[in-house]
Structures are given as structure tokens and as C-alpha cells.
């Protein structure tokens, strides 16, 4: 009997490992770096070790550490997650060597699988299909030039050692094929150590379906449904699902016999994933095979009813698996999306910095699985992924919907993420119609708004005014005093907003401009407004960190800088001196004369605009030169009020 488990792992995996682990009675052990000695997983964990500094070359590769810890701790079994020593072959048998069980499968099935070329030749001579093209050993560059003119273009060049995308290229016709070849024998040389290369016909638009299979000791194999994971980026997946929404039982059934075949033909034990190809008319081709359990596991596990990981330690226990494949039903429909603290629209820049606030949003059907927790630092040590971000519903439709609210209602105060890109997508008629291929992204979806950045609208910049301000009075909404105006200087992302800010009584006026905008105050509470927005009752969630105030409504989030206080120009704090209108109006007074001395910031003349008065000041210390405005003017924004001479260019 197995006691005690040691996971060789981090954040939300390493959490989700532990989860069951604990339900079934084991013992857990954490093996954590030194920049995640106060991460969740090590909280989550009955014992831990520190296994080296951040880097993960030092820490999470080094399976030395990681033995060590295990002998330290008396652990008798170890899990590998998914990426780090998961797939390695060497740490499988390093693992068992020291008399301790890898819960994952026999590293010559782990060996095999990591070889494109070999994996390809067994997955044939078991019957699995395969996508045509020439798996030579060591081919030399003639004979990959001779197997193409058979093959056809277009036509993929694979990297043996590669993966994940790792190492490929598409070649449009005969006369770049020579090149490519060089090129991409060069990149498998520098990433993988081996630059074999495999040649494939190319499969246009293909989808990418992956059926999850599980395989005892005592050679049983079923397989749990499949996951479409069409929607990607640069080869990582951003959407995963089960089941497909273009797999019909029948194909259902041939692509899960075939994977089934695959893993008794590798003599495989444990959780696997048998990647496929599927074309426009649903001929299948595999792939790979991963040899572990997923990221996108969760799909399956709410599809199906079961607990992954407690089959993967039932197998390592050497027990036989709980169901036949008659038994594994699959029940509505699941939806997975990875958030990540990273920018859409800066070209998907991971973000670092500290997760202020992280509440996941709650609901029925809704699952989160995360490593962080409010108050963590997103560090550049490791993937930004907060959260993987599940929902269930009885139907596709169904689990849409609850997706996309649990999208919205999550609250990440203190890091950029991809939150609005994953809800655009899942709200997308065309990933909606079920018609996303490994090409939507590229094609369909990359005009996206989400994909750019979006100035504030003048609602979301009246919110922000009105957390601010709000933030400043120290007593419950705002005093039924005459009403005031306030300048208000925002600073959003890369630009500088001006602001004019009335409030009375619970009503708050904002302009912007030529914009204008009305909210009215419902009630507050610490981090949440109510407001009444054009007559309706909104909800806005909000966080102070110093000068910044990151927002939550209307189901976007931004963050906004207070700088109206700030010097108005550089160091100096000089501006031009031409003082025009800042909106349409009417002067109503003029406080200054031509010749005036007037210091930066003195108020000039007033102006009306919308029933509000708004001072116009200078914006550099000086004399007045002209004096344009008159009392009773009617101006235009833009108009030049006054000319604020600096000392020096008055006296020349
Ligand atoms: C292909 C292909 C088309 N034809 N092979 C990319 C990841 C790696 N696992 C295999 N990949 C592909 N192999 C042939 N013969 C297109 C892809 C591919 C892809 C596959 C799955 C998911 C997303 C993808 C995005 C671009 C290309």
C-alpha cells in the first residue's frame, strides 16, 4: 500500500494533485524553490521541502533534489504533473531505481512517444491512423528531397525530437524545400540536440481532438471521450473542451478504439493522451502522445463524473481500473480556458507583479483550478497562468454562458490577463457555431477589439472619477454642499486623460472633453460600488494600491493612474503658456489682466459648460500676454483664452 505522495510540481497542478491525494487518505509532500516557499501548493501540502533557487534548471529539473526530498520525507510515490520531468524518461527510471513508485507510465513508453519518427512507425504497425509521409531513419537530405516528390505539397518538415509544434515547417512548393530542410534541420540541432527530420503530407485547417485513454497493469484500456483543443495560439492552447463539438459518435468511437490501440501497443499504463489530426471531412491522423496527465484533464473529469488523478493512483497502486469502457458515459458538456496575467493587446506580454486581488467568480457548474491566491507576486520565474477556468452545463450553449459570466465575475485586481480575449472567443458565432479550427484565431478572430488596446469610454472614465472620488472624502458618499468642480487627471494604460468632476448630493457629473457623462451613487461598501447608471443599478468592484485604482464593471476591467496632482509637464512643470477652452461654453468671469504675473495652476477665467463651472488655468508660470476671453463669451473647445509669456521671452 502506497502512504505518502511527493508531487514534483507547482502551482494549480501541484494544488489539484494534493486535492486528491489527501481525499484518498495519502500523506503529501511539496517540494518547492525558493521564490515559492510561500505558495499555495506548499501551504496545501502536509510536509515540504525546498528543493533549490527559482530557477527551474535548479529546483523543479533537478530530480536529484527532488529523490532527495522524497528519502527525506519517506515518500513512497511520486507524481510528475504535467511539463517539467513529466515526460523524462530518465527521472521515470531514476524514480523507480530508488524503490519509489512513478505514478505515470514505463519510461520506455515514455521514450518511445518522445521520438516523432519511432512513435509513428509503432502507432502504424498497430493500425493507428497516421498522416502519409516518410519516417526514414537518419534520412539524409536526398532522400527527404526524393520522398517529397511522392508525398506532394503542401507538405510539413517535423522535427523527430520535437513537439508541441516545436520544430516544424510548412513548405508551400518543391523549390523551397531545400532550404527548409537546412533551416529546419539548424532549429531541431539548437532546440533538441538531433536533428533527424520526418516529412508529413500537410493537413489544411485541420482540428486538433485528443482522446484521453487509460491503460492497468492487467492489460486493460479504455478511452474517456475527447477534448477539442482546436483554439490556439502559437501551439498553446487557449480553449480546450469535451466533447468536440464536430465529433459524431461514430467518430467518437473509431478515434477512441484507435487510441486504446495505441496505448496497448506502447504497453502503456496510467493516463495518456493520444493527440489527432482531424480534417474538414473527419478523417483522423495521429499525432503524438503525451505521456501524462493534462492540463486540460478537468473537461474530462467533468464530462465523465470521474477523478483523474485518483485513477492515476489507483493504477500506481497496481489495482485494476474502475470502469470498462461501458461503463464511462459522458454527461453534458465542459468548457476549459486558461487565464493567464498576460496582455492581448501588447502581443500577449506575460505580466509580473502582485495579484492584489483574485477572487474566482462562484456558480453553479463552475470549476477554478488555480496556485494563487490574493496577495501573491506573479513572478517572470515561471508560466503566468492564474487559473484554469471551467464550466459544465447540460448542453454546449449552457456552458458557454456560465463560462463567460465566471469570466466577468472573477475579480483580478493587480495584473493585466487575458480575461476579455477568453470571453470574446467563447461568445464568438463562429467558435459558437462549433466551426473553430486551428486556424480561428489567425483568421476569423484576429481583428478582435480584444486584441488592441481600447481607449476608456467616457462611462468607464465617470466610474473611475467616481471611485476616486469617493476614496477621497472621508465620510459616505459625497456632502450635500453647493456643488464643486474638481480637474480630475487620469493616466490609462499610455494615455493622459483630462477630467472635469462635479458632484451633488449623490449625483456625480463627468466631462471629458465634449463628453459628458451622469452616474448616480447607490450605496458603498469597501471595494464595491452600487451606481445607477442611465437608470440602471450596476455593481463596480474596485481596489486603491497607492495612486493606482484597478476597476471591475460592465464586465471589463482596467486600472487608472491619479495624477492630478502630479506636475503637469516634466520635472519643470512647464507647459506652452496658450491657454485654450477646454470644452465648449461661456466665460463667466476673468480673474486676470494682461501683464499679470501668475504662477502655474492660478485659475484664469471660469467657464460654463453643461451647468458647471471649470476654471482654466495656467499651465506655466509668467506674465499674461493676450488676454482673449471676455466676460460673457460664448467659445469653443480649443478656442486660445489667454498667452502665458515666460519671464525671459517677456523681457526679450
Ligand atoms: C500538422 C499540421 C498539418 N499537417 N501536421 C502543430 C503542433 C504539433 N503537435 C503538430 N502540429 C501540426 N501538425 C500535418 N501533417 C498542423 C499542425 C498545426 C496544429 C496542430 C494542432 C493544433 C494547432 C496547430 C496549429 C498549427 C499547426
Same mark, same amino acid.
Given at each position: 500500500m502506497l502512504k505518502k505522495l511527493l508531487i514534483a510540481n507547482r502551482g494549480e497542478i501541484a494544488v489539484r494533485v494534493i486535492r486528491t491525494a489527501k481525499a484518498l487518505g495519502y500523506r503529501t509532500v511539496a517540494v518547492y524553490s525558493e521564490a515559492d516557499a510561500n505558495a499555495l501548493h506548499v501551504e496545501q501540502a502536509d510536509e515540504a521541502v525546498c528543493i533549490g533557487p527559482a530557477q527551474v534548471a535548479a529546483s523543479y529539473l533537478n530530480a536529484d533534489a527532488i529523490l532527495d526530498a522524497a528519502k527525506k520525507t519517506g515518500a513512497d510515490c511520486i507524481h510528475p504533473g504535467?511539463?517539467?520531468? *513529466? #515526460?523524462?524518461s530518465g527521472f521515470a527510471k531514476a524514480v523507480k531505481q530508488a524503490g519509489l513508485t512513478f505514478v505515470g507510465p514505463p519510461e520506455n513508453a515514455i521514450e518511445l512517444m518522445g521520438s516523432k519518427r519511432r512513435s509513428k512507425i509503432a502507432m502504424q504497425e498497430a493500425g493507428v491512423p497516421v498522416v502519409p509521409g516518410y519516417e526514414g531513419n537518419n534520412a539524409s537530405d536526398d532522400e527527404l528531397i526524393a520522398a517529397a516528390q511522392d508525398i506532394g505539397y503542401p507538405l510539413m518538415l517535423k522535427a523527430s525530437a520535437g513537439g508541441g509544434g516545436r520544430g516544424m515547417r510548412l513548405v508551400e512548393s518543391e523549390s523551397e524545400l531545400a532550404d527548409n530542410i537546412k533551416r529546419a534541420r539548424s532549429e531541431a540541432k539548437q532546440a533538441f540536440g538531433d536533428d533527424e527530420l520526418i516529412i508529413e503530407k500537410a493537413v489544411i485547417e485541420p482540428r486538433h481532438v485528443e482522446i484521453q485513454v487509460f491503460a492497468d497493469h492487467h492489460g486493460n484500456a479504455v478511452y474517456l471521450g475527447e477534448r477539442d483543443? *482546436? %483554439?490556439?495560439?502559437r501551439h498553446q492552447k487557449v480553449v480546450e473542451e469535451? !466533447? *468536440?463539438?464536430? %465529433?459524431?459518435p461514430e467518430l467518437r468511437k473509431a478515434m477512441g478504439e484507435a487510441a486504446v490501440k495505441a496505448a496497448l501497443a506502447c504497453g502503456y499504463e496510467g493516463a495518456g493522451t493520444v493527440e489527432f489530426l482531424v480534417d474538414k471531412d473527419r478523417n483522423f491522423y495521429f499525432l503524438e502522445m503525451n505521456t501524462r496527465l493534462q492540463v486540460e484533464h478537468p473537461v474530462t473529469e467533468l464530462i465523465t463524473g470521474q477523478d483523474l488523478v485518483a485513477w492515476q493512483l489507483m493504477v500506481a497502486e497496481?489495482? !485494476?481500473? !474502475?470502469?470498462t469502457q461501458d461503463d464511462i458515459q459522458l454527461n453534458g458538456h465542459a468548457i476549459e480556458v486558461r487565464l493567464y496575467a498576460e496582455d492581448p493587446a501588447s502581443g500577449f506580454t506575460p505580466q509580473t507583479g502582485t495579484l492584489h486581488q483574485f477572487t474566482p467568480a462562484e456558480g453553479e457548474g463552475l470549476r477554478f483550478d488555480t496556485g494563487v491566491r490574493s496577495g501573491d507576486v506573479v513572478s517572470p520565474?515561471?508560466?503566468?497562468?492564474?487559473a484554469k477556468v471551467i464550466a459544465w452545463g447540460q448542453n454546449r450553449d449552457e456552458a458557454r454562458r456560465r463560462l463567460i459570466r465566471a469570466l466577468e465575475d472573477t475579480t483580478v485586481f493587480g495584473v493585466t490577463t487575458n480575461r476579455h480575449f477568453l470571453s470574446r472567443i467563447i461568445a464568438d458565432d463562429t467558435f459558437g457555431a462549433g #466551426?473553430?479550427?486551428?486556424a480561428f484565431l489567425q483568421q476569423a478572430f484576429k481583428n478582435d477589439p480584444s486584441l488592441a488596446p481600447q481607449p476608456l469610454t467616457i462611462r468607464e472614465l465617470a466610474l473611475s472619477a467616481c471611485a476616486l472620488s469617493l476614496g477621497q472624502s472621508a465620510q459616505k458618499g459625497w456632502s450635500n454642499a453647493p456643488a464643486t468642480v474638481m480637474p480630475m487627471k487620469l493616466e490609462a494604460r499610455d494615455e493622459t486623460v483630462e477630467l472635469l468632476v462635479r458632484h451633488s448630493g449623490h449625483k456625480l457629473l463627468v466631462a471629458h472633453g465634449e463628453e459628458h457623462y451622469e452616474l448616480q451613487l447607490q450605496s458603498q461598501e469597501p471595494g464595491l460600488l452600487c451606481i445607477i447608471d442611465n437608470g440602471v443599478r450596476q455593481r463596480c468592484q474596485y481596489y486603491r494600491s497607492g495612486d493606482s485604482l484597478y476597476l471591475q464593471a460592465f464586465g471589463r476591467s482596467w486600472c487608472v493612474r491619479d495624477i492630478t496632482h502630479q506636475p503637469a509637464q516634466g520635472a519643470l512643470g512647464t507647459g506652452s503658456g496658450k491657454v485654450q477652452a477646454t470644452m465648449d461654453g461661456a466665460i463667466i468671469d476673468v480673474l486676470v489682466a494682461e501683464g499679470d504675473q501668475v504662477e502655474q495652476g492660478q485659475t484664469l477665467v471660469i467657464l460654463e459648460a453643461m451647468k458647471m463651472e471649470h476654471p482654466v488655468k495656467a499651465d506655466r508660470r509668467g506674465t499674461v500676454g493676450q488676454l482673449l476671453a471676455r466676460k460673457g463669451d460664448q467659445v469653443k473647445r480649443g478656442q486660445l483664452l489667454a498667452d502665458v509669456q515666460s519671464t525671459e521671452e517677456a523681457a526679450s
Amino acid at each position: 500500500m502506497l502512504k505518502k505522495l511527493l508531487i514534483a510540481n507547482r502551482g494549480e497542478i501541484a494544488v489539484r494533485v494534493i486535492r486528491t491525494a489527501k481525499a484518498l487518505g495519502y500523506r503529501t509532500v511539496a517540494v518547492y524553490s525558493e521564490a515559492d516557499a510561500n505558495a499555495l501548493h506548499v501551504e496545501q501540502a502536509d510536509e515540504a521541502v525546498c528543493i533549490g533557487p527559482a530557477q527551474v534548471a535548479a529546483s523543479y529539473l533537478n530530480a536529484d533534489a527532488i529523490l532527495d526530498a522524497a528519502k527525506k520525507t519517506g515518500a513512497d510515490c511520486i507524481h510528475p504533473g504535467y511539463g517539467f520531468l *513529466s #515526460e523524462n524518461s530518465g527521472f521515470a527510471k531514476a524514480v523507480k531505481q530508488a524503490g519509489l513508485t512513478f505514478v505515470g507510465p514505463p519510461e520506455n513508453a515514455i521514450e518511445l512517444m518522445g521520438s516523432k519518427r519511432r512513435s509513428k512507425i509503432a502507432m502504424q504497425e498497430a493500425g493507428v491512423p497516421v498522416v502519409p509521409g516518410y519516417e526514414g531513419n537518419n534520412a539524409s537530405d536526398d532522400e527527404l528531397i526524393a520522398a517529397a516528390q511522392d508525398i506532394g505539397y503542401p507538405l510539413m518538415l517535423k522535427a523527430s525530437a520535437g513537439g508541441g509544434g516545436r520544430g516544424m515547417r510548412l513548405v508551400e512548393s518543391e523549390s523551397e524545400l531545400a532550404d527548409n530542410i537546412k533551416r529546419a534541420r539548424s532549429e531541431a540541432k539548437q532546440a533538441f540536440g538531433d536533428d533527424e527530420l520526418i516529412i508529413e503530407k500537410a493537413v489544411i485547417e485541420p482540428r486538433h481532438v485528443e482522446i484521453q485513454v487509460f491503460a492497468d497493469h492487467h492489460g486493460n484500456a479504455v478511452y474517456l471521450g475527447e477534448r477539442d483543443c *482546436s %483554439v490556439q495560439r502559437r501551439h498553446q492552447k487557449v480553449v480546450e473542451e469535451a !466533447p *468536440s463539438p464536430f %465529433v459524431t459518435p461514430e467518430l467518437r468511437k473509431a478515434m477512441g478504439e484507435a487510441a486504446v490501440k495505441a496505448a496497448l501497443a506502447c504497453g502503456y499504463e496510467g493516463a495518456g493522451t493520444v493527440e489527432f489530426l482531424v480534417d474538414k471531412d473527419r478523417n483522423f491522423y495521429f499525432l503524438e502522445m503525451n505521456t501524462r496527465l493534462q492540463v486540460e484533464h478537468p473537461v474530462t473529469e467533468l464530462i465523465t463524473g470521474q477523478d483523474l488523478v485518483a485513477w492515476q493512483l489507483m493504477v500506481a497502486e497496481g489495482r !485494476p481500473l !474502475p470502469l470498462t469502457q461501458d461503463d464511462i458515459q459522458l454527461n453534458g458538456h465542459a468548457i476549459e480556458v486558461r487565464l493567464y496575467a498576460e496582455d492581448p493587446a501588447s502581443g500577449f506580454t506575460p505580466q509580473t507583479g502582485t495579484l492584489h486581488q483574485f477572487t474566482p467568480a462562484e456558480g453553479e457548474g463552475l470549476r477554478f483550478d488555480t496556485g494563487v491566491r490574493s496577495g501573491d507576486v506573479v513572478s517572470p520565474h515561471y508560466d503566468p497562468m492564474l487559473a484554469k477556468v471551467i464550466a459544465w452545463g447540460q448542453n454546449r450553449d449552457e456552458a458557454r454562458r456560465r463560462l463567460i459570466r465566471a469570466l466577468e465575475d472573477t475579480t483580478v485586481f493587480g495584473v493585466t490577463t487575458n480575461r476579455h480575449f477568453l470571453s470574446r472567443i467563447i461568445a464568438d458565432d463562429t467558435f459558437g457555431a462549433g #466551426e473553430a479550427t486551428t486556424a480561428f484565431l489567425q483568421q476569423a478572430f484576429k481583428n478582435d477589439p480584444s486584441l488592441a488596446p481600447q481607449p476608456l469610454t467616457i462611462r468607464e472614465l465617470a466610474l473611475s472619477a467616481c471611485a476616486l472620488s469617493l476614496g477621497q472624502s472621508a465620510q459616505k458618499g459625497w456632502s450635500n454642499a453647493p456643488a464643486t468642480v474638481m480637474p480630475m487627471k487620469l493616466e490609462a494604460r499610455d494615455e493622459t486623460v483630462e477630467l472635469l468632476v462635479r458632484h451633488s448630493g449623490h449625483k456625480l457629473l463627468v466631462a471629458h472633453g465634449e463628453e459628458h457623462y451622469e452616474l448616480q451613487l447607490q450605496s458603498q461598501e469597501p471595494g464595491l460600488l452600487c451606481i445607477i447608471d442611465n437608470g440602471v443599478r450596476q455593481r463596480c468592484q474596485y481596489y486603491r494600491s497607492g495612486d493606482s485604482l484597478y476597476l471591475q464593471a460592465f464586465g471589463r476591467s482596467w486600472c487608472v493612474r491619479d495624477i492630478t496632482h502630479q506636475p503637469a509637464q516634466g520635472a519643470l512643470g512647464t507647459g506652452s503658456g496658450k491657454v485654450q477652452a477646454t470644452m465648449d461654453g461661456a466665460i463667466i468671469d476673468v480673474l486676470v489682466a494682461e501683464g499679470d504675473q501668475v504662477e502655474q495652476g492660478q485659475t484664469l477665467v471660469i467657464l460654463e459648460a453643461m451647468k458647471m463651472e471649470h476654471p482654466v488655468k495656467a499651465d506655466r508660470r509668467g506674465t499674461v500676454g493676450q488676454l482673449l476671453a471676455r466676460k460673457g463669451d460664448q467659445v469653443k473647445r480649443g478656442q486660445l483664452l489667454a498667452d502665458v509669456q515666460s519671464t525671459e521671452e517677456a523681457a526679450s
